[in-house]
T-cell receptor, first 115, second 110 residues
Framework: DAGVTQSPTHLIKTRGQQVTLRCSPK?????VSWYQQALGQGPQFIFQ???????QRGNFPDRFSGHQFPNYSSELNVNALLLGDSALYLC??????????????FGPGTRLTVL | GEDVEQSLFLSVREGDSSVINCTYT??????LYWYKQEPGAGLQLLTY?????DMKQDQRLTVLLNKKDKHLSLRIADTQTGDSAIYFC??????????FGAGTTVTVRA
């Protein structure tokens, strides 16, 4: 049973550039959430995708955008990178069952460094 | 993570019990979670508890929930060196997102 996978593992970008991170959900899951984890902090919710639409968003600027594909995989795009965007980006998947907060399973993350 | 608070560090001797504490703010959270993060890795779901329960036991793990005080704890029995990691408490303030604490770094000493 494949778990949540993310690519790439590590990424180095410079300020002002754009980046795309990818996530494949756990087998059988249809919902993908993205979190940002800065060094020494807990993960912060960016947004969640279900049925190819963003259905909730955390306190992040419009520079952060996403997409979900028909096979439930997802991308996170960040434009105009800032030094403060350096973090571990975590993808979590869950199965929508109409229950309050279906259990989320996390991938290994993508470590983004902005120079 | 400002709505969930945890102590930052815990040092425990191998074989002893570890207790990690957490306070949360959203009384409407249906589930409360404990995740484990090892260095350079993602988050591993350890256990969760439904909000109408007081206690849940899962092998070496015991979760206690005091809903009145909005206090959650995780007890790890017979702590091993492999238990050294960062432990995150998370609440579910709505149907979609998890709100995490800053994490408790547990160090197991021989």
């Amino acid at each position: 049973d494949a778990g949540v996978t993310q690519s790439p593992t590590h990424l180095i970008k410079t300020r002002g550039q754009q980046v795309t991170l990818r996530c494949s959900p756990k087998s059988g899951h249809d919902t993908v959430s993205w979190y940002q984890q800065a060094l020494g902090q807990g993960p912060q919710f960016i947004f969640q995708y279900y049925e190819e639409e963003e259905r909730q968003r955390g306190n992040f600027p419009d520079r952060f955008s996403g997409h979900q594909f028909p096979n439930y995989s997802s991308e996170l795009n960040v434009n105009a990178l800032l030094l403060g965007d350096s973090a571990l980006y975590l993808c979590a998947s869950s199965l929508e069952q109409g229950l309050s907060t279906d259990t989320q399973y996390f991938g290994p993350g993508t470590r983004l460094t902005v120079l | 993570g400002e709505d969930v608070e945890q102590s930052l560090f815990l040092s425990v001797r191998e074989g002893d019990s570890s207790v990690i504490n957490c306070t949360y703010t959203d009384s409407s959270s249906t589930y409360l979670y404990w995740y484990k993060q090892e260095p350079g890795a993602g988050l591993q779901l350890l256990t969760y508890i439904f909000s109408n329960m007081d206690m849940k036991q899962d092998q070496r793990l015991t979760v206690l929930l005091n809903k009145k005080d909005k206090h959650l704890s995780l007890r790890i029995a017979d702590t091993q060196t492999g238990d050294s990691a960062i432990y995150f408490c998370a609440e579910s303030p709505n149907d979609y997102k998890l709100s995490f604490g800053a994490g408790t770094t547990v160090t197991v000493r021989a």
